[in-house]
Structures are given as C-alpha cells and as structure tokens.
C-alpha cells in the first residue's frame, strides 16, 4: 500500500485508534482511504489530532467513508454549517439570541445516533473547532466489550430478544419535533430491533441498546421490560470498559455507530463547545443483517 503511510495507535483495551501521520486537509489515495475504512472496523473509534479542516475538507474526507446525510432536524430545528447541509453543528453558542447547534451544554446519555431508524447511520465524524476548558469529554463503548461483560445467565436471558428504540427523545433529553413526551414505553413510538447482533464476518455478538431512556422489549410487561433493561445496563455498560475522548481543537473523532455507544460529559454553559459533524449513512454491504 505505497500511499497508506500512517500509524495507528490503539488508544484502549477495548476501542479506539489514533491515527497518526495523516494532514487529512490534503486529498487521499485510494489505499490510504481502504486501509482507513479496515481501521474504523477494527478499531470502532478513529482520532485524528491536530488537523486544520475546512467544512469543504471535513466533507471529503467523511464522503471516502460513504454517502452522507444531512444534518438531522434537531431540537433546535435543522442547524447546519452555512453552505454545507451535510455539516452537522453540535454547539452550546446562540447568536442574536438562538442556538447555532444542537445539545446545548448538558450531559449526553449514552446512546447511538438514530437507532430509531430501521437503518440508522453508519458512522459520524466530529470536528473540534472550540472546546470548553473543562468538561464535554466524548466517551465511547464497544457494544462487543459490553455483550462481553454480561453474565452468562443473562447472555441466555437476552438470546433472541428484541428492543424498542425510542423515537421521541434525543440524546440530550429534549424531544425531538413534532413528537409528545411518552406516557407509556410499551405503545409510544419507536423502532424494533434485534437485542443482540453478530458481527457478518466474525460472528461476534454485540448489544444493541440505542439508548435507555423508554426503550421497551416487547412481549415483556414494563415492569418485567424495565427490570431486564436496568440489569443489561448495569452489567454491559460499565465506566471501566469505555474509553472517554478530551478534546483538542483540531480533532476530528470517526465512530462506528453499528457497533458503539458514545456520551457527553457536561460543560458550564459559560464556556463555549463549537463542533461541526457529519452523518455517513449505512452502505447496503455494511446493514445490520438481524439477530445474532
Ligand atoms: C453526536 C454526539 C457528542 C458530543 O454528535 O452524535 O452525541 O460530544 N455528540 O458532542
Ligand atoms: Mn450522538
């Protein structure tokens, strides 16, 4: 691969790769973009620290990833870089009075993006452009590590299960447009999938949890959906398995979003957290296939 010439360094026992060498404000080559897209598989989390990126650039190189999705309608409404409806803006800055982005200062809860959807994204990218002094960490969980982590009765308790995604809440607690505050998780809106995935080459099985706040396992009543939801939680999604991003102007962070959980630290809201983001949408090759 003559035109692949970076390192990666794995950055936990569990997920995530530095990615060294890379101005990634320059074209790539086709073999440095294949060997790329083989480290975001294996290493779930890509960190690339100390670029200088356009939203034109951080376009392009999110584009060698897959198609893109424009920014999702937020809280906020629909908030994306001028010029540019794939640049997504995560921002707790208002101008004249309103918000520039979505997810204010709060914390984010652990989550994966738009698992409400039948196919949710494949993978986002984030670029730090102003960052808080302290807080608004990003932590990542591998999904592999956490279906791991489970108890080998609860591994067979959850074999063949399947989970609602809410639909109505994002990630920051704030309901998403056009949606009402869920009174009952058994009938408000969402999503049905598989509890458990298995990877299509390596056959592991990984956890898919989109998020806990009104998930909901149909044909259990909610209070037996709520019991078996809080046990995964506590078993799989464990401080020590997860690996948490401190931010950098200049980073760009790429997730999997098929096979990670990610949060967000809060920040006082006096400090100002700039990001622009992009959506790669799932490729038909890399679909979650069903149950594990
Ligand atoms: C996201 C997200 C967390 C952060 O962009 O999907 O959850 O740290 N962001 O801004
Ligand atoms: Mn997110």
């Not at 290493?43 to 034109?56: E, K, Y």
């Not at 101008?95 to 984010?108: F, K």
């Not at 049905?192 to 956890?207: E, K, N, S, Y």
Request: charged share 20%; proline share 8%; aromatic share 6%.
């Amino acid at each position: 691969m003559p035109d692949a010439d970076f390192a990666i360094h794995p950055v936990s026992p569990t997920l995530g790769a530095e990615i060294r060498g890379l101005a990634l404000s320059r074209p790539l080559g086709p073999a440095t973009v294949s060997a790329l897209a083989q480290a975001l598989d294996r290493h779930l989390v890509l960190v690339f620290r100390d670029q200088a990126l356009s939203d034109a650039d951080l376009v392009r190189v999110s584009r060698h990833f897959g198609p893109l999705d424009k920014a999702p309608i937020t809280e906020n409404g629909r908030l994306h870089a001028p010029g540019y409806e794939e640049v997504y803006v995560i921002s707790n800055i208002t101008e004249n009075g309103r918000p520039i982005g979505a997810l204010g200062a709060g914390e984010s809860v652990w989550h994966a993006d738009m698992t409400y959807l039948e196919t949710p994204p494949y993978a986002s990218g984030l670029y730090a452009l102003e960052i808080p002094a302290e807080g608004g960490d990003t932590g990542f969980l591998s999904m592999f590590a956490a279906y791991d982590a489970l108890p080998d009765a609860l591994k067979r308790r959850v074999e063949g299960l399947s989970i609602k995604h809410d639909s109505t809440t994002n990630s920051g607690g704030c309901l998403r447009q056009g949606f009402a505050p869920p009174t009952d998780v058994a009938t408000s809106p969402g999503t049905v999938h598989p509890l458990v995935i298995a990877h299509p080459t390596t056959g592991a099985r990984a956890l898919l949890l989109g998020r806990r706040p009104h998930a909901h396992i149909p044909g259990l009543s909610v209070a037996e959906s709520e019991a078996l939801l809080d046990e995964i939680w506590e078993a799989a999604v464990r401080p020590e398995l997860a690996w948490h991003h401190r931010w950098r102007v200049g980073d760009l962070v790429m997730w999997d979003n098929r096979w990670t959980m990610h949060r967000r630290d809060p920040f006082p809201n006096g400090q100002r957290r700039l990001m622009h983001r992009t959506q790669i949408a799932m490729p038909v090759a890399r679909r979650l296939t069903g149950a594990a």
